[in-house]
């Protein structure tokens, strides 16, 4: 009997492991890949992504292997923003969730999920937990309406039965508990973007490069074995039209959103693997806890990959759990309360302004006149340049940064005209040109 059995064991999964390991329990972990293995899924780290795997003692050799650095660009239909996250909104963001500010980075990174995913599953195998990779869970073993344990196949086909006191679905958007659970899906917003990325080297990215251009995104960032991670993405609706010259069209669409790394990619980069895409990051939430079970990362709570969150929210997810349930295993706090607490704060008001933000952001609508004007008069204030950056990695709250107030104050301080700005010109047309699918025939 354990006291904890994770299902999936990757940013959510085996960091939930590996914590409640070190806090003396006895954990088996299990996943149906096995290890070093990619998912679906870019891997750009925000600061505090990196400083959970730091407070963890995890960052020195993810940093080992992969470039890191403390700026990055923002840019918007041709209007850039440079910044860091100030250290103080760092704190704050761990004080506030977690109590405890230890191990804050100011760093970025992009680390590919065969090395990140490879090293979070060592850390769980090294703090105790019992790990089985190529084992897949195919049922739920429940008394009443409790769920007491697994039963599952091992790679080599034999059908295993495990039980514990609590079952973590760390299982990804589909998540097997979920569904066998029948848990219900809430807040589905079905807008949302298509992706498709690929690995060049031949370039050299310098930092991270996040771009938006009328209802097109791209992204340039540095990652792993001396390669640039490089995406592009739009609204789902365009990807039929897409997917005809998948080749081609990420091409164009990198050209569209940014011509000077349309030009490097084309010119200097090497392609190293093939494109990977995906078409369908429809966001929703679900209930995160029940009798015998509880859900971290993905399982609980999906949505869209453009503002590259999702690692970052699994590895808040763990943390947050992890205490919650230390805090019942170890006999200071009913289960239930425990498991509130950690609902409390996956479901604060700040977290659904943030969820609206990402959901609203993944409609790819053309930026507004005073949207681009906003950013226009940041340029110039680093400061509140760095507390958008903040904001837009849920790190400071979208309320505080987008209250009317603030932004009265930011633009009233840049007293900077707009007319001076390309994408002020002929602002109408080009607004309407852009609601045009680029990929059309
Ligand atoms: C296109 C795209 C780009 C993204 N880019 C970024 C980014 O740049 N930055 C960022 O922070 N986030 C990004 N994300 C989001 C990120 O990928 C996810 O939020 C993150 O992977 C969630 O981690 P997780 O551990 O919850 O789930 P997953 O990483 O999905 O892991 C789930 C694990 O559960 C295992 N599993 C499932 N069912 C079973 C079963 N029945 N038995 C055993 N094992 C099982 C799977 O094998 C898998 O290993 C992106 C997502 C997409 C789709």
């Not at 250290?87 to 680390?111: A, I, K, M, N, P």
């Not at 895409?277 to 029940?290: E, K, S």
């Not at 590259?308 to 706090?333: K, N, Y």
Request: with cysteine; charged share 25%.
């Amino acid at each position: 009997m354990f006291d904890a059995i994770v299902i999936g064991g990757r940013c959510a999964g085996a960091a939930t492991a590996m914590l409640l390991a070190r806090k003396g329990h006895r954990v088996l972990m299990v996943d149906r890949s096995t290890f070093p293995s990619d998912v679906i899924s870019t891997h750009f780290l925000w600061p505090h992504g990196t400083s959970y795997l730091n407070r963890w003692g995890l960052l020195d050799r993810v940093l080992a292997t992969t470039p890191s650095y403390t700026e990055l660009t923002l840019e918007h239909d041709g209007i850039p923003l440079t910044g860091g996250i100030p250290e103080e909104l760092l704190r704050q963001y761990f004080q506030q969730l977690h109590g405890d500010d230890s191990g804050v980075v100011r760093r970025y990174c992009s680390v590919r999920r065969r090395v990140l995913d490879k090293h979070l599953v060592d850390a769980a195998g090294e703090s105790g937990v019992e790990v089985r990779e190529g084992f897949a869970v195919e049922e739920l073993l429940t008394e009443g309406s409790r769920v007491v344990g697994i039963r599952g196949r091992t790679r080599e086909g034999t059908r295993v039965e495990e039980r514990a006191r609590i079952v973590i679905g760390a299982d990804g958007r589909n998540s097997f508990v979920a569904r066998t659970l029948k848990l219900p899906r809430f807040d589905e917003r079905l807008k949302c973007t298509f992706a498709y990325w690929g690995y060049f080297s031949g370039f050299d990215a310098g930092r991270a490069h996040l771009l938006r251009r009328g209802r097109m995104g791209a992204a340039i960032v540095p990652t792993n074995f001396g390669q640039n991670m490089t995406l592009v993405f739009g609204p789902s609706e365009w990807s039929e039209a897409f997917r005809r010259d998948i080749p081609g069209n990420f091409q164009r669409a990198l050209d569209f959103v940014s011509p000077e790394f349309g030009e490097r990619v084309r010119t200097q980069g090497q392609r190293e693997e093939r494109l990977y895409g995906t078409l369908d990051q429809a966001a929703f939430l679900r209930p995160l806890h029940g009798p015998g079970w509880v859900l971290v990362g993905d399982a609980g709570s999906f949505k869209d990959q453009c503002t590259a969150t999702g690692m970052t929210h699994a590895f808040r997810d763990a943390e947050l759990a992890a205490s919650a349930l230390d805090g019942w295993l170890s006999g200071r706090q009913p289960l239930d309360e425990a498991l509130k607490h950690y609902e409390a704060r996956r479901r604060s008001q700040s977290a659904a302004a943030y969820y609206d933000y990402v959901c609203t952001l993944a409609e790819m609508k053309p930026l507004r006149h005073d949207e681009l004007q906003l950013f226009v008069s940041l340029r110039g204030n680093q400061e509140e340049s760095n507390r958008f950056i903040a904001t837009h990695a849920d790190i400071a709250p979208v309320s505080e940064f987008f209250q009317a107030s603030n932004l009265y104050l930011i633009n009233d301080a840049a007293k900077e005209s707009s007319r001076g700005h390309a994408i002020f010109e002929n602002f109408e047309s080009t607004s309407r040109q852009y609601l045009n699918n680029l990929f059309a025939a």
